[in-house]
């Protein structure tokens, strides 16, 4: 079989040399060294990142997928099978690639990378996606073209390539825009070009452009937007003081939103979402991201829950998404002390796996029973799917906690976790506990980190988490759900 390939590889690359069109010459190659080292992807990513939504989620889903590929190529297949490449002898000088690589041939890194970032982007986003598939099949054939590659090293990059994107799906589940299911209340406040209105906007999430948005449907809300060093939450309580505004607003991730929901829910005002950060879990699990979802100018209301984990007795902390003891807030403190040198992906990667290789499971009370374990996370509300990875909320209001617990009571707890994870058998494994409940009550003998909503909160030894069912009211257009939902609620 090896042999029939290397003949049709010799075939087909003869009949590419034979082809005889210069200015397409000239275009693939300069598209395959534009593609070196991931550059052309990393600038696509750029683009797409530059707002929220879809098209976003893709770009950060392909540079995963980039680095998944990469890795499976460069330090595996290429070492593995040691392929010579062709020689580009027999083609004219302004064919030839611009960098002659010296690495071997298969599997090709360039169209892993493409078909990574394409499908990736597909899979969020499938306009996107369909724009990026010729360009990644350019630059697949690129490699051909220019004489650096064997056709069976572009097709095995390719399956590889698309693999990995694929493979995020499973950490990651890719997940449609609107929420399943959330029931309605009674109409809040009328916002008419924003009257009433006290709106807080972070400047330094996304693109900045949170203020101008707001400007743009709701000319007459207040502003409150901190300065270098000024916390956000403590300037919107001072102003609500001030005005005594009939609702609040907010424009920023998942961090800023659950700062002002906090306030939200004290202080018993509605609030209007505008999603300005990177992945905006809440704004998309609610389903009130833009200002066509959050339908102010008709007050329409529905009512979610919030969670809450109250530390060693003192004021209990609001919860939007998640919550977790153990290694994951490690894991965001190590991030946190690496981004500034590194930058916040990479400083990610790294610390996973320093965390990963040095951790100890914690000496832990759930519930009243003893256990030993590696992480306990808490979300707000149930996730799916329902193994370790959660992706997104069905329900935003189904009164319970998702608890999702790493045991390490039995022997070899890692290694059977992680194998487990790989092979999609965690539900069959006795290191993975889920259940939801309205409650959990954790002790440990002594102090752990919380993390809350993905930033590092404070240590202690008792932590009492709780459902706080309908504890927030937010504007949202409740004409978007499906046909189920709405025969539900009625």
Known sequence: MLKRIGQLDRKLTRHSARLSTPPVDSALRQLSSAADHGVLWFC????????????????????VAIGIASASVNLVGKRLFGRQRPSSAHLPLHRRAVREPNSPAFPSGHAASAAAFATGVALESPPAGLAFLPLAGAVAYSRVHTGVHWPSDVVAGTLIGTSAALLTSYFSPVREDEPRSVPPAANGPRLDEGEGLLFAVNPYSGDGSGWDTVQANWPRAHRVEPGEGEDLGALVRARIAELNPVALGVAGGDGTVAAIAAIAAETRLPLVVLASGTLNHFA??????????AATTEGTTARIDLASVRVDGAEPRWILNTASLGVYPQIVAERERLEHRIGKWPAAAVALVRVLRSAEPLELTIDGKPHRAW??????????PSEFTPGYRPSMASGLLDVRIILADGPYSRLRFILAALTGSLHETKTYRRNCAETLSVRSEAPVRLATDGEVGPRGTRFEF???HSALRIYRDLTTHSTRTVSRTK
């Open 375 to 384: 992480t306990v996370f808490v979300g707000n509300n149930a996730y799916l």
């Open 284 to 293: 998309r699990d609610a389903g009130c991201g833009t200002p066509a979802q």
């Open 44 to 63: 696509s990513a750029a683009v797409l990142g530059a707002r929220s939504g879809q098209a976003r989620r893709g770009a950060i889903r392909g540079l």
């Open 466 to 468: 709780r459902n706080h």
